[in-house]
């Protein structure tokens, strides 16, 4: 589950801890102990344009059987950012786009953007699905 993400995004030399989080929201989902931060303005662009919130793309980050990938590192702030295509728990399959924030006393992961995932994202998810049953 997260902790597998976890350990793979803190064996990364090039992740970055302790940004500063201004004009963040922080959320706690007391179940895995992880913080949640992301843009007000960018949560609000993101359900007008994609109709996903972010609260929902919270969600996705509890399946077990999610993919996930290091996407691009944007070298002037110094931040790794990733891919996920995972399953809400309302059983909505999503792509997110987020960043590992994680400090060595708070695991905080901040939300970039989510959407609903395409046909091809389906496809990966639901090969990746068949790969671990077998």
């Not at 803190?10 to 004009?23: D, E, F, I, Q, Y």
């Not at 006393?105 to 901040?110: G, P, V, Y």
Request: proline share 2%; hydrophobic share 35%.
């Amino acid at each position: 589950m997260w902790t597998l993400l976890h350990s793979i995004f803190h064996s990364s030399p090039t992740v970055s801890r302790g940004l500063p989080l201004a004009r963040s929201v922080l959320y706690t989902d007391s179940y895995t102990s992880t913080v949640f931060t992301w843009d007000k303005e960018k949560a609000k662009r993101n359900l007008r344009t994609h109709r996903i919130a972010f609260e929902t793309a919270r969600e996705a980050f509890g399946d077990p059987f999610q993919v996930s990938i290091e996407n691009y590192c944007l070298e002037g702030e110094n931040e790794q950012r990733y891919a996920m295509i995972a399953m809400t728990g309302s059983m909505i399959l999503l792509f997110v786009g987020f960043a590992d924030r994680s400090s060595e006393e708070t695991e905080t992961i901040h939300i970039i953007s989510a959407k609903k995932a395409e046909r091809y994202e389906e496809q990966i998810y639901t090969a990746h699905l068949k790969n671990k049953n077998h």
